[in-house]
């Protein structure tokens, strides 16, 4: 049984960083697209970051979405099986609880194209982060 397990959360000020980290643990048929969500009370998952591996090797395609352009950057060590996303610039609509996930490796690329949370099958607990002006 796989497990993801986040940490890093916290609270900041406007303008500053913070890097959340998950690792990841038991999943014996390996992963290939991952990434980071957030929510809010009453708002929808919404898919923040994710990387397609290289297939063991560090590194892959990245993707983003829009709002985190330029401030945000996902990182995989496959070695030590965890994937960091660096926060950077941090604004008080960044404040959430954010999701490591995971998506079946059958279903290649396509979750982490398209940043949607119905197309990853594994999350991790969550870890909130807060920033405020």
């Known amino acids: 049984q796989g497990q993801l397990l986040e940490s890093g959360g916290g609270s900041v000020t406007d303008g500053g960083s913070l890097t959340l980290s998950c690792v990841a643990s038991?999943?014996?048929?390996?992963?290939?697209?991952v990434g980071w969500f957030r929510q809010t009370p009453g708002k929808e998952r919404e898919g923040v970051a994710a990387?397609?591996?290289?297939?063991?090797?560090?590194?892959?395609?990245?993707y983003y979405t829009d709002a985190v352009k330029g401030r945000f950057s996902i990182s995989l060590d496959n070695i030590k099986n965890t994937l960091t996303l660096q926060m950077n610039d941090l604004k008080p609509e960044d404040s959430a609880t954010y999701y490591c996930?995971?998506?079946?490796?059958?279903?290649?690329?396509?979750?982490?194209?398209?940043?949607?949370?119905?197309?990853?099958?594994?999350w991790g607990q969550g870890t909130q982060v807060t920033v405020s002006s």
């Open positions: 990387l397609y591996t290289n297939g063991g090797k560090n590194g892959g395609s990245t």
């Open positions: 038991g999943y014996t048929s390996g992963l290939r697209c």
């Open positions: 996930a995971a998506a079946t490796p059958r279903d290649g690329g396509g979750p982490c194209v398209y940043l949607r949370s119905d197309l990853f099958n594994y």
